[in-house]
C-alpha cells in the first residue's frame, strides 16, 4: 500500500466516523477554522452547553431501543448508579462521558477547596484546627489530623465545660461542600430535638483539617461522656455533598472504630440534614440512657 493509497483510506475511515462528508486539507500555511454549526454540542445553545449535572441520574436512561424500557426505568428510579448508559460502539455516549468528567471534578474540587473563612462565624461555631498546617498534610498525614497542638487544646479547654453530657462538633474532613450543604442545618435539628429530651449542648467547635479521631482528642480533653462529629465524607461520583455524622460514648484517644455509631449519606439524594439530625438526637438520647455506642449499642 503507498502513501496515496493509505492517506485515501484513513480519509474514507475519519468520514465513516464523523459523518462529515469529505475531508479537504487546507493549503499550506493556511489556518482551518470549522462552521461552529457543525461542532456545537447537542442540547447547546448560543455555544454554550447545558449544565449537564443538573441532570437526575436516576430518570436518564440512554439504551437505545430497548427490550423494556419502563421496567428498567423503575429499576434506575432507585439508585443513581450508572446503569442504562447505552454505547456508542464499544465506548460511553458523549452525555455518559461528560457527565463522569464533571462528577470527578466535583468530587476533586470538594478534597481540595477549604470550606469558607467565614463559615464558623456565620454559624456560631468556634474554629480551631488539628496539627495540620495545610490541605496536602491533611491529605499526607491522617495521624496529624487527629490531634491538636497545645494552643488548640487550650481554646478547647476555655470554651467547653469540663465533663459536658454531650459536646456536638463539625469537623471539614474530605468534603468542603458537604459540610457548607448540610452541617447548620443538621446541628439545628439535632438541638432541637436534644432540647426535647431535656438534654443541652454546649456551643459548636468548627474543625479544620479534621479526621474522626479528632473527636476522640476533644472527648479526652474535655472529658465529655459522648460527642458527635459531624464531617465531610469522601466525595464520589454520586455526589460531592455526603456528610456523615460519628457518635461516641466516652471518646477517648485510642478508642476503637466499632465503639463509634454512624449515620452516613446525609445529603440532598440520601437523608437530608433536618430528618439526620432528628434520628441523631434520638440516637444521642439511646446511647446516654445505655451507656454504650458502636457495637455495644447493638449488644445492650
Known amino acids: 500500500m503507498n502513501e496515496t493509497e493509505l492517506k485515501q483510506m484513513v480519509e474514507q475511515m475519519v468520514r465513516d466516523l464523523a459523518g462529515r462528508g469529505e475531508l479537504h486539507a487546507a493549503p499550506k500555511g493556511e489556518v482551518h477554522h470549522p462552521d461552529p454549526a457543525q461542532t456545537q454540542s447537542p442540547g447547546s445553545s448560543g455555544g454554550c452547553h447545558s449544565d449537564i449535572t443538573e441532570v437526575d441520574l436516576r430518570k436518564q436512561y440512554l439504551v437505545e431501543s430497548p427490550a423494556n424500557g419502563p421496567a428498567f426505568l423503575d429499576l434506575k428510579a ?105 452541617a447548620a442545618d443538621c446541628i439545628d435539628a439535632i438541638r432541637a430535638g436534644l432540647k426535647g429530651y431535656g438534654i443541652e449542648a454546649p456551643e459548636v467547635p468548627f474543625v479544620k483539617f479534621c479526621r474522626v479521631g479528632a473527636g476522640d482528642h476533644i472527648g479526652q480533653i474535655t472529658d465529655c461522656q459522648l460527642i458527635c462529629l459531624l464531617v465531610g465524607e469522601r466525595p464520589g461520583l454520586v455526589t460531592a455533598e455526603s456528610m456523615s455524622a460519628y457518635i461516641t460514648y466516652m471518646p477517648r484517644l485510642g478508642v476503637p472504630e466499632s465503639k463509634r455509631t454512624v449515620v452516613s449519606n446525609i445529603h440532598k439524594g440520601g437523608t437530608n440534614a433536618v430528618e439526620a439530625g432528628a434520628h441523631i438526637a434520638q440516637l444521642i438520647r439511646d446511647i446516654l440512657d445505655k451507656k ?9
Not at 454504650?292 to 445492650?300: I, K, N, P
Open 78 to 182: 432507585r439508585t443513581p448508579a450508572r446503569i442504562g448508559l447505552g454505547r456508542a460502539g464499544a465506548r460511553y455516549k458523549t452525555d455518559t462521558m461528560l457527565r463522569f468528567r464533571a462528577d470527578h471534578a466535583a468530587a476533586q474540587d470538594s478534597v481540595f477547596s477549604l470550606v469558607a473563612e467565614d463559615y464558623p462565624a456565620k454559624h456560631g461555631y468556634f474554629p480551631v484546627q488539628t496539627l495540620c498546617e495545610t490541605k496536602d498534610e491533611y491529605l499526607t498525614r491522617p495521624d496529624k489530623g487527629r490531634r491538636f497542638d497545645e494552643a488548640n487544646q487550650a481554646i478547647l479547654k476555655q470554651r467547653l465545660p469540663q465533663g459536658a453530657k454531650v459536646v456536638l462538633a463539625v469537623g471539614d474532613g474530605l468534603s468542603s461542600a458537604a459540610i457548607e450543604a448540610n
Open 292 to 300: 454504650a455506642s458502636g457495637v455495644d449499642l447493638v449488644r445492650s
